[in-house]
């Protein structure tokens, strides 16, 4: 259940459109909000003042858009790295959801050009959705989420449903693909609704009272997901993005994701609509 929510705000505008989106959906309507803006450390204490009358006029204009209850809303501040303080608030808060924006940027660019948003994602141990500076954000309706039978992704699935749940006329569009599968000329597809992975995802769905729809591509995960997201008009793909190091070594970041290597960072810089990427639950 998503209570807390934290904000990071940047003066782009895409993740305050995401948060006025997710606020329709009755189940988190009543969230605490933090918005949250960071404003880098700077040489002289001028250059500082003016960045921070700077920050205090973007968190002005993201309140005003969000029109926010007070009673159930925060607005912070803060001076430091944006990366770490980011991660920091987040534990303060006890957050259940991070919601940034994100240029995209894709493998070792998000490295070399200092991405906030992917070295969160290496960190946090909690739920975040990420929003391009590209993409348009629609009222949410039909969510897709990319099965596999990782504890995440059942995580995922679960999330999903909750917010369904509350949305008339909602769809779930459950996908797994088979990167070993070939589907070979004149052959007719395998019936997505046998899948096993996904007959488990579709019973909880129809349980629900939730309308869904299975799908199981063959080919590339990474591809064949950020395809039928497009194909679909999905309004969010949801993705299980389990923690696969041990935890002495959670404090550092995964190589495989920076490099780009990771089905989680394929779908985040390619799919062409907002992504939750789903830890598992504690």
Not at 106 to 118: A, D, G, M, P
Not at 186 to 205: C, F, H, K, M, W
Not at 221 to 249: F, H, K, W, Y
Request: hydrophobic fraction near 45%; charged fraction near 25%; proline fraction near 6%.
């Amino acid at each position: 259940m998503i209570e807390k929510i934290l904000v990071a705000v940047a003066g782009a505008g895409q993740a305050e459109q995401m948060l006025k989106a997710l606020m329709e959906i009755p189940s988190i309507s009543q969230a605490h909000v933090t918005i949250l803006h960071v404003v880098p450390s700077q040489i002289s204490a001028t250059a500082m003042a003016q960045k921070l009358e700077e920050g205090g006029k973007i968190m002005a204009t993201a309140i005003q858009t969000l029109a926010l209850d007070p009673n159930r809303s925060t607005a912070m501040l803060r001076e430091g790295d944006p990366k770490d303080i980011v991660c920091r608030v987040a534990e303060e808060i006890d957050a259940d959801l991070i919601i940034m924006g994100s240029r995209g940027l894709k493998r070792l660019q998000s490295i070399l050009e200092n991405s906030v948003s992917q070295y969160v994602f290496q960190l946090a141990s909690r739920p975040m959705l990420l929003v391009k500076d590209d993409i348009y954000v629609k009222k949410i309706n039909r969510i897709m989420v990319a099965m596999d039978n990782s504890s995440s992704a059942q995580q995922a699935l679960k999330s999903a449903i909750a917010f369904l749940r509350d949305i008339k006329g909602g769809e779930l569009i459950l996908v797994h693909t088979n990167p070993e599968m070939k589907q070979k000329a004149g052959e007719i597809p395998a019936d997505p609704n046998q899948d096993p992975v996904l007959i488990p995802a579709a019973t909880e769905a129809k349980k629900q009272g939730i309308r869904y729809k299975c799908i199981a591509p063959t080919g590339k995960p990474g591809e064949r997901i950020c395809q039928v997201a497009e194909e679909m008009n999905v309004d969010l793909l949801m993705l299980g993005s389990p923690e696969r190091r041990p935890t002495v070594a959670r404090g550092l970041p995964d190589l495989d994701r920076l490099l780009g290597q990771s089905l989680s960072d394929y779908v985040r810089v390619y799919a062409n609509c907002p992504v939750m990427l789903v830890r598992n639950e504690a």
